[in-house]
């Protein structure tokens, strides 16, 4: 079974494209096999790391919970401001209609 020259040729370029995405990728696993080989060095560091991460995280978490439920808090007394402000001029407007019938009838 032989190939035609055309088909190695395309072959070997997509190999040429590949290999170093293969190489960098081996590279980083061989690394991290390092890395899990040796517990005490690494991977406790990267787990005090995690957990510093991770606290710090629920820290600004609660700090924007907080903020939310001020901003919250703001935007239902601005409602029902709002809500007082229409009774309001609807209760305006239906006087002054009243004061213009009357007048009208008069």
């Known amino acids: 079974m032989t190939?035609?020259?055309?088909?190695?040729?395309?072959?070997?370029?997509?190999?040429?494209?590949?290999?170093?995405t293969v190489n960098s990728s081996i590279e980083q696993i061989r690394r991290l096999i390092d890395t899990i080989?040796?517990?005490g060095t690494g991977t406790q560091n990267q787990l005090d790391d995690l957990k510093k991460a991770i606290?710090?995280?629920?820290?600004?978490?609660k700090e924007m919970n907080d903020k939310l439920k001020l901003?919250?808090?703001?935007?239902q007394t601005v409602?029902?401001?709002?809500?007082?402000?229409?009774?309001?001029?609807?209760?305006?407007?239906?006087i002054a209609l009243v004061a213009l019938v009357v007048a009208v009838v008069k």
């Open 3 to 20: 190939f035609p020259i055309t088909a190695i040729a395309k072959l070997l370029i997509q190999l040429a494209t590949i290999t170093p």
């Open 37 to 39: 080989r040796k517990p």
């Open 55 to 61: 606290e710090l995280q629920a820290a600004v978490n």
């Open 71 to 75: 901003i919250e808090t703001v935007l």
């Open 79 to 94: 409602q029902k401001s709002l809500k007082i402000l229409v009774v309001t001029g609807a209760c305006v407007g239906l």
